[in-house]
């Protein structure tokens, strides 16, 4: 019975480890191609995910390491039950050893002693003469046995030496065997440990990203209502019930994700949110063929780039219909890209600042995420190019239109 348990027990940690094998192949080709896919998309984002696909790799080695570990303690378990126990009797063997020698130490000692009593008994003239001959044959004989015991003896405490030593090896070589598998034990719940802040430090991230997601998506949805109330970006009531209710679901799928997180789990084990590419398919693009024109910001970094992107964690595709612009001083002035006017300038919750400029040929550029909006921008109001708009610390969030067509903003811009 106690065979067969052992015979699943191993075959189930040989299942187990194969799978995980698989999984961390799995794990480094999403990352490998994470670094191929996701370097255009929306730097913050993308490095969330990406530390979600690292420690979900570091945790499926840690699991990995669990498997190998507790396969190789379950190999070795009986095998260092019995090494114990036979350390077990060797001490208690070697303890009695020891008391023999020390009891052949002093026989021997006892008789050497003894043996040189005799010699010099045999050696002294006094005693050789005649009436003295018996006396001097028992001795004689006495010495003989007395050799003969020291013989015996000096045989037996060689004899138990080597007994001494043999056993003295045999306990060490067990005591190491014995300290590799309680070392392995212990290397078994240092893992544990570390898998555990891991799993704590993973979900922690997936809170964090699922945090983002929603707020890039709700922000979406609140510059497409902005849009849609200026018919810059035209939406029939048919679109607009669809496009919310895909905003609805997976919106409320994330919330489901978070909720079902108290057990932080490989991503590969988690439900993928559903999601076609006609989830964006609505969003229709156009090349921008005018003039290049200035930047909205001086010096900046590209933090988020136009187009699809496809969430690596949950799968959930998104348009990027604008670009983030990370300045690289804080308190920077944000211009007017081309001759225009104002349509809007107000703050909303989710966008902070946000000023809509029309340009010709039914043209507008849409900046969000300003701190400030220079009191000068009111609706109605003409503006050059270069015109201070407002200012911002963090990121820019800019967008450009066309009747109805959403333009990759950089198209616009020289020298990016």
């Known amino acids: 019975m106690r065979f ?5 027990l191993l075959s189930s940690l040989l299942f187990s480890k194969s799978g995980i094998d698989s999984k961390i192949n799995t794990t480094n080709k999403r990352l490998k191609k994470f670094d191929k896919t996701y370097s255009n998309v929306h730097k913050n984002l993308a490095k969330t995910a990406k530390q979600i696909i690292r420690e979900e790799r570091t945790i499926l080695r840690q699991q990995k390491k669990l498997q190998e570990l507790q396969l190789e303690l379950s190999l070795k378990e009986q095998k260092y039950q019995e090494n114990t126990q036979e350390m077990q009797f060797l001490n208690k063997s070697q303890v009695q050893l ?10 021997l000692a006892f008789m050497l002693a003894k043996n040189v009593s005799l010699s010099l008994i045999l050696d ?25 015991n020291i013989k015996v003896l000096q045989g037996n405490f060689s004899s138990n030496s ?34 555990k802040k891991n799993l704590s430090k993973l979900k922690k991230q997936k809170n964090r990203y699922r945090t983002s997601v929603k707020k890039l998506l709700k922000q979406q949805n609140s510059l497409k209502n902005e849009l849609s109330k200026l018919n810059i970006i035209k939406q029939d009531q048919k679109s607009k019930a669809i496009a919310r209710a895909k905003e609805k679901q997976r919106l409320a799928k994330l919330e489901r994700q978070q909720q079902n997180n108290n057990r932080a789990k490989p991503t590969k084990n988690l439900p993928k949110v559903k999601s076609r590419t006609d989830a964006y398919s609505s969003v229709k693009t156009k090349r921008y063929r005018g003039k290049k024109t200035i930047a909205p910001l001086e010096s900046f970094t590209i933090m988020k780039k136009f ?36 349509v809007l ?25 300003l701190d400030k909006i220079a009191p000068t921008i009111k609706k109605g109001k003409r503006l050059k190019k270069g015109s201070i708009i407002g200012r911002v610390n963090d990121e820019l969030m800019f967008e450009v239109t066309q009747r109805n067509y959403h333009i990759n903003p950089l198209q616009l811009i020289a020298n990016h």
């Open 98 to 107: 020891k008391k023999s020698q020390d009891k052949l130490r002093q026989d």
């Open 307 to 342: 187009g699809p992107y496809e969430d690596p964690i949950y799968h959930i595709k998104i348009f990027n219909e604008s670009i983030s612009l990370k300045p690289k001083k804080s308190n920077a002035k944000v211009k007017n890209v081309l001759n225009g006017k104002v």
């Open 162 to 195: 080597n007994k001494i030593n043999r056993t003295q090896r045999k306990i060490s070589s067990l005591k190491k065997s014995i300290e590799y598998i309680d070392a392995k034990h212990k290397e078994v719940l240092s893992i544990t440990k570390k898998e």
């Open 345 to 369: 300038a107000k703050k909303t919750s989710l966008l902070n600042n946000i000023v809509i400029i029309e340009h010709a040929n039914g043209m507008h550029t849409i900046y969000a995420h």
């Open 124 to 148: 002294d003239e006094k005693v050789k003469n005649t009436d003295a001959l018996i006396t001097e044959e028992v001795f004689e004989a006495l010495n003989q046995i007395t050799k003969a």
């Open 4 to 8: 067969t348990l052992f015979i699943l």
